[in-house]
């Protein structure tokens, strides 16, 4: 059976936390430039974290993974008036989702240059993520794969838990849990259901 271990792998985004997500995406839509300023503070950090090692060295030649994220997170607040968000984790997943979509196209990209071996979308980075440092890097493909086929809010749960690194009681506030415990019993539902999904025959 495959093993996921949780821990602190990311800090959580910061921020005033009485100031919700779902608050500060509405001003943004007003042109409210405090508020995206405090949105990408809030998720910037977290993201590049989790974003550090998924981009191969041969594609970080032009564009490292600081850049990656600012852009795709100036890209998203650009469009922000597309997304509703329905729980404070639904934007962050929605984030991740489209920073790994621009690390997927950057890879493809970086493999089109003229001169340069193709990059596959598994090729490895110099140093491990840490999701790929705790369930091995074989596993990942898989893990992605099986994580799209639970519920939204079982896969916000995961995301904010395994690979941003959010307390349980962050947790909670995110998804509207009525305390920290319940929060740990959602991710822990959550991630018996990703094990199951990623022991399924394929």
């Known amino acids: 059976m495959a093993e996921i271990e949780t821990g602190p792998i990311a800090s959580p985004p910061s921020g005033n936390p009485l100031e919700t997500t779902a608050s500060l995406l509405a001003r943004v839509r007003e042109g409210d430039a405090a508020a995206r300023d405090r949105l990408l503070q809030r998720y910037s ?4 974290r989790w974003a550090h090692g998924r981009l191969p060295a041969r594609a970080r030649e032009i564009l490292d993974t600081d850049d990656l994220v600012q852009i795709t997170l ?30 997927r196209d950057e890879i493809r990209r970086v493999g089109r240059r003229p001169g340069r071996e193709e990059i596959s979308e598994d090729q490895p980075a110099e140093q491990p993520s840490p999701l790929e440092m705790a369930i091995g890097r074989e596993k990942l493909a898989q893990y992605e794969a099986a994580l799209a086929t639970l519920p939204e809010n079982q896969q916000e749960a995961i995301i904010m838990s395994v690979e941003m690194g959010f307390t349980h009681q962050q947790v909670a506030e995110a998804l509207g849990s009525p305390s920290a415990n319940a929060a740990r019993m959602f991710v822990a539902r959550a991630l018996v259901r990703l094990v199951e999904a990623m022991d399924a025959p394929g």
Request: no cysteine; net charge positive; aromatic share 8%.
């Open 45 to 48: 950090s977290a993201l590049r």
């Open 74 to 103: 100036l890209r998203a607040l650009d469009h922000v008036k597309g997304f509703e968000p329905r729980r404070e984790g639904a934007f962050l997943a929605y984030l991740r989702r489209i920073v790994l979509n621009q690390i």
